[in-house]
Structures are given as structure tokens and as C-alpha cells.
């Protein structure tokens, strides 16, 4: 049936479809000023910038924020809370698709570093502005991220048995700090480097580290210049 079939008499749209359309229309003014908070926070720093900003970069003015976040700081907590639940949702489903601890490692791997090419703004605004957030707020990030590392050692305890789970989680953590640093230095020092060239490079240097022996093989000591 047509939607002009559906109309009332008064001419106006179905109640429920109507109904719909502002909760689509208000879901996605709320990504927008999730977006906006992410390029701006990244930018110039959480503290620096006002919701006037937040509202003019998403098209809304400043106290419409007030329909979508309590203030905000509440855009700093629902921004990170969502980004690390998008995270361990994530690799939760790659660790389920995958046959074998190494094919679900090779995928975490190509998973995360999808992610941090894909979203650089929220990882500096993560490491810069953490400790802005309400403190119920940090510890949800906190518990989200604990899970997400937790998977990755569960994965990790498949290659590398008999190894220490604290082991396996510096492994994790210090891949982590390859990953989400690097697409800042390709974006900022000299010559961007093409994502179609940073992916595989990262990819084949995480998974070198993950892998990596502990105990790595003899070698010269290193003599001085003369």
C-alpha cells in the first residue's frame, strides 16, 4: 500500500511511522554530536571546548545538546563508554567466527587495527582525556576494556601454553600501544602514509609481537665506535 493511501483524511502520516521517523531523526542527531565531540575533544582537548561548539559543529544549537546528553561530560562518557562496548562486542563475534586460537588471533588483530584506522580521534581522545570523565563512567570504560584484554589473553593462552596470564597480557597491552599510536604518527609526521600500506604493516608487526618468542636468541654484544 502507498504511503498517500495510508494518509488520514487530515492528510497526515500513520502515528507509528511518524513516531519512527523521530526517533530516527533524534538518534541520528545524537551520532552527530558523538562524531562532533570525537574531532573536536581530539582536537583542541575536552576542557577547551564549549556545547555551544559541540552544537554548531552538529548542525543543532547549543542548548538542543541538552535533548540528547545531560551536559558534557555525559557526551565524553557515552562517546568512550560506546566505542569500548563496540570494541568488545566486536571481537567477541571474531573469536566465535574463528576455528583455532590462530585464525581468531590473526582476525583480533586485523579487527583492531580496522578499528584504529578507522576511528584515531577517539583513541587520542581516550589517552588524553580519560580522567574527565565521571567517575562511574571510567569505571564502566574500565571494566569494558579489562574484558576486552581479557579475550585476547584467552586467545594468546592457545599459542602460548604454560605462559603466565600476566605474561599474555602485556603482550596484549603493548600491541594495543603499537596499534592505536601509529595512525596518529602516519596522519601527523611527514608523508601520510596510504591506510591500503599502514594495514598490512600493522597487521604483520602486531602479530610479530604477539607471536614472538619470550626468550629471544642469543646475540654479540654490541661494541663501541671506535
Known amino acids: 500500500m502507498s504511503e498517500s493511501s ?5 492528510g497526515s502520516v500513520p502515528s507509528g511511522r511518524t513516531g519512527t521517523q523521530r526517533s530516527q531523526a533524534k538518534e541520528n542527531r545524537r551520532q552527530a554530536l558523538l562524531s562532533a565531540a570525537a574531532t573536536l575533544f581530539a582536537l583542541d582537548g575536552f576542557n577547551r571546548v564549549s556545547l555551544e561548539d559541540l552544537g554548531a559543529a552538529a548542525g ?3 542548548p538542543a545538546v ?12 557515552a562517546l568512550l563508554l560506546s566505542v569500548s562496548q563496540e570494541l568488545l562486542e566486536g571481537a567477541r563475534r571474531v573469536v566465535a567466527a574463528s576455528d583455532g586460537a590462530a585464525l581468531a588471533l590473526t582476525r583480533l588483530v586485523q579487527f583492531h587495527v580496522d578499528f584504529a584506522l578507522s576511528n584515531p580521534d577517539v583513541i587520542r581522545v581516550q ?29 594468546l593462552a592457545g599459542l602460548h601454553g604454560g605462559t603466565e596470564a600476566a605474561e599474555l597480557r602485556m603482550r596484549a597491552h603493548a600491541t594495543f600501544g603499537l596499534i592505536n599510536s601509529t595512525p596518529h604518527s602516519v596522519r601527523s609526521h611527514g608523508r601520510r602514509m596510504t ?3 599502514a594495514r598490512p604493516l600493522l597487521e604483520s608487526m602486531a602479530l610479530a609481537a ?3 618468542p619470550a626468550d629471544p636468541p642469543d646475540t654479540p654484544p654490541l661494541t663501541r665506535p671506535c
Open 6 to 10: 495510508q494518509r488520514t483524511q487530515s
Open 60 to 62: 543543532v544549537s547549543g
Open 66 to 77: 541538552y535533548r540528547h546528553f545531560a551536559g558534557k561530560q555525559a557526551v565524553l562518557g
Open 127 to 155: 589517552d588524553q582525556d580519560f580522567s574527565n570523565l565521571a567517575a562511574e563512567d571510567q569505571a564502566e570504560v574500565r571494566a569494558l576494556q579489562r574484558n576486552y584484554v581479557e579475550l585476547w589473553v584467552e586467545v
Open 195 to 197: 591506510i591500503t600500506r
Open 210 to 212: 604477539l607471536l614472538a
